[in-house]
Every structure is written in structure tokens, then in C-alpha cells.
């Protein structure tokens, strides 16, 4: 088998469905196998994957694992040659793995290979190319200045080395996964993309971001949500230094006192809101279910102008779209920050997007 895609999922149900649905068309023409992880969801996540996905190998844990032991399950049961392990609330253009491979086929000591992150209004997220959080970076990071953490020095499209690359989508060779141990454990949420990526240079191998692909993953880390992701975020920030940066015990206190501030002092983000006055939904006709439940004005599409006006939602219709068509219209029409987007997944009875950089989005179901 070539290629294993292994998806962690916690009580994202519907993102999981749009996600799947992406999946399967990236696969197409790939022997390829979905693993799906779901950590003790209290949602009806699994049994959808049960009905619309017989095909994709579920595990089910009683107990939420975390990121880091979650995806070590689902891997330790991967047959491909390559792993991809991505987030459930992404969506992939269906060219992905092909342009994946033939990279693959040109590069020596290949480790992970990460591509360009866009958030649900389409945005980079910066975060898809990172150097080493060294102390001096990483202090500099905390305090609000994030340039050198960021892999600045990369363009949002060039195809080149770096040193860390985001957990919401990896791919690589298992046999680099299994050489440096895979995630360690000791991180909960948060951390164990860095760790791992460090591990991974530390070996030998290059790890390299493709920004040629985009992909929309709709929970960026631009801003921090809440206290308890900020705690989960420093602690594993003390984690990773503790094993990879320990040098003494005053060093160990300053890194540790200034997570602590950091933390205590770091404002809340206040989530706004935009304004919606019509749709405009990009199909080659009209669903009247999901025209009656929008309850406002609704613009039938077939294209998209040059000029939308201001507080306009546009909902994909994946039905006649592909998933590489909405990701580089949700790109070209980014620039207006009073326009919102949403897809409806083929065969689909809800459209689903987000509105914001901080949280992951809203869901609207039909009948």
C-alpha cells in the first residue's frame, strides 16, 4: 500500500464528514487507506463514519488520548509506505498526494512535508512554516512578536526547507516516523508537531514546506482562544525545553517564570461576529431547502465577480465544484474581509465554514 492518511478526531463530526470527503477524492487514483481515530467523542462522529464510510478503518478509544498517543494508534495500524496525518478540520484539493509524491521522488533524506495552511476566510496561517523555537525566539514569540518564529524568510508560495512544520497536516515516510519514535507522548495537545519535526532534523532528514498546495484548515493558532488552551500551549512549550534545551536550573526557572507571566497577563481575544445581508451560492442551480433556511436573501452563481459587495456569504456547492476550485476562490476573494465563505459537501444536508481567524466555525443544517 502507498499511503495511509490518519485522521484524530474529538466531537468534530460534521468538519470530520467535509474532511472525508475531501480525503477520498485525493485518493482516488492512489492506493491509499483512511484511518480514523476518534478520541471518546461525545458526539455522533463514529456513527457517521459507520454509515457514510464503511470503508475507512475506525478505532474508537474510550478515553480522549490527546493529540500525540491518538495519532500513535492510528499509525501503529498504517500499512502504507507514506503516513499523512491530518487534522479533521481541513479540507485538501484533490491534486494533493499526486503532487505529494512526485516531490517525494525528487528529494534525498525526505522527512515531513507540509504545505500551505489557509484559515475558512482564507488567510495564511503562518504557522505553516516554523524555524526552531529556540529560547531567544520563542521568548520573543510569547511577548507578541512572532517574526522569527515564523519562517518569515519563506515566501507564502515557494517549495523549500524548514525546520518545523504544523501538526494539522504531515506527510512522510513511516519508516522516518518510526526511526525517531513517532509523537512522544509526554504532550497532550500542543508541542508534539515541533517535537516531532526536531526530531526528525536531529536525524538527518530534511523537512521541506511545499507552499505550492493550498488546504483550509479552519482552526488557526494566530490567537490564543482561551486560558485552557494557553496553559495546554506554555505547558507544552516547558515540555519541549525540558527535553531538547535543558542546560540548568536557573535556566529551567527564567524559561518557566516567563510562560508563567505570559499566561497570566495574555488578553482573551474577543471573537466578532460579521454582518451577513445576502448569499450568493456558486451552483448551477438552486437548493430550495437551503434557501429556505438561510431566511434572507439568496443569489443564485455560476461564477464570481471581480466585486462582491460587503457583508456577503458565498457558499460553495461541492456537488459541481471541486474542493481545489473553492480553496483558490476562498484565496482570491480573501482580500475583502466583509465577505464570508461556506461549503455544502456533495450529497450533503449542511453548509459549514467559519467567519474568523480564532474559532473553528459554524455548522447549518437543512432539510
Known sequence: MKLSIIILNYNVRYFLELCLKSVQQAIQTIDAEIIVVDNNSEDDSCQMVRELFPE???????????????????????????????????VLPEDIFVKLFDFSLSKENLGIVGCKLINGRGEFLPESKRN????????????????????????????????????????????????????DEDYFMYGEDIDLSYKVLKT??????????????????????????????????????KKHFKRNAIF???????????????????????????????????????QNSLAKEVILKSILEEKIPNNTEIIFDNNILTFKQIIQMVEDFSENKLVTFKILPKNSNFVIGSDDAISRGEILNFH
Not at 493550498?214 to 512549550?237: N, Q, V
Not at 529551567?252 to 507571566?261: D, K, P, S, T
Open 132 to 183: 526552531i523555537p529556540y529560547v531567544k525566539v520563542a521568548v520573543k514569540k510569547l511577548m507578541g512578536n512572532a517574526k522569527e518564529y515564523y519562517a518569515s524568510h519563506l515566501e507564502e508560495k515557494q517549495i523549500e526547507k524548514v525546520s518545523v512544520l504544523v501538526g494539522a497536516f504531515m506527510f512522510m515516510k513511516l519508516k522516518v516516523f518510526d526511526a525517531v519514535g513517532g509523537f
Open 252 to 290: 529551567n526557572l527564567l524559561v518557566w517564570v516567563g510562560i508563567r507571566m505570559v499566561y497570566l497577563f495574555r488578553k482573551i481575544p474577543v471573537i466578532q461576529r460579521k454582518k451577513v445581508e445576502r448569499f450568493f451560492f456558486i451552483s448551477n442551480r438552486m437548493n430550495l431547502p437551503l
Open 204 to 241: 538527518g532528514y530534511h523537512n521541506y514546506y511545499f507552499g505550492d498546495l493550498a488546504m483550509i484548515h479552519y482552526k488557526g493558532e494566530s490567537t490564543l482562544r482561551d486560558k485552557l488552551y494557553a496553559k495546554r500551549f506554555y505547558g507544552a512549550m516547558q515540555i519541549f525545553y
Open 56 to 90: 475507512v478503518t475506525l478505532i474508537e478509544n474510550k478515553e480522549n488520548f490527546g493529540f500525540s498517543k491518538g495519532n500513535n494508534i492510528g499509525i501503529a495500524k498504517a500499512k502504507g509506505e507514506y503516513i499523512c496525518v491530518l487534522n479533521p478540520d481541513t
